[in-house]
């Protein structure tokens, strides 16, 4: 379960990161992503909200979608950079499994650059494109 902490509930912080944020998506989700540079102390937690349409399917369907998008980001939440993330399910979201859902929403972090950057991970990017640049 996503903690208290990292859970977004003011409609203001979720028109402000849909309107403001980067977008990227893909056929199961839409993931919404905003990097507040002035924000307070309180505000450094990330929160992370879903919006989930009735196009989705049933209440039973929607909250089992909800479930697992909530469960998938209890796990990246905090190899998070930015301060709020947003994600949209798409009706095919209905019919996907955990693992195709974190999937798209990984896929999609990783286009916003919503993921902190680290050394290691850098060099491995570094080391990729050079044992590319070889052959």
Do not use: C
Not at 26 to 47: F, H, I, P
Not at 112 to 122: E, G, H, L, P, V
């Amino acid at each position: 379960m996503l903690s208290a902490v990292n859970r977004m509930r003011a409609a203001s912080d979720f028109t402000l990161t849909v309107r403001k944020g980067r977008r990227s998506g893909n056929n199961l989700v839409v993931v919404y992503s905003y990097t507040d540079n002035t924000a307070t102390e309180a505000d450094l937690e990330t929160k992370v909200g879903f919006i989930v349409g009735k196009k989705v399917g049933n209440s039973v369907t929607r909250h089992a979608v909800v479930r697992k998008m909530r469960h998938i980001m209890r796990d990246l939440v905090s190899q998070l950079d930015a301060n709020r993330v947003v994600i949209r399910a798409l009706p095919e979201s209905a019919t996907a499994n955990s693992a195709q859902l974190r999937q798209a929403i990984t896929t999609s972090l990783q286009k916003n650059r919503a993921f902190k950057t680290t050394s290691s991970a850098q060099n491995m990017l570094d080391t990729k494109d050079r044992d590319v640049n070889e052959e």
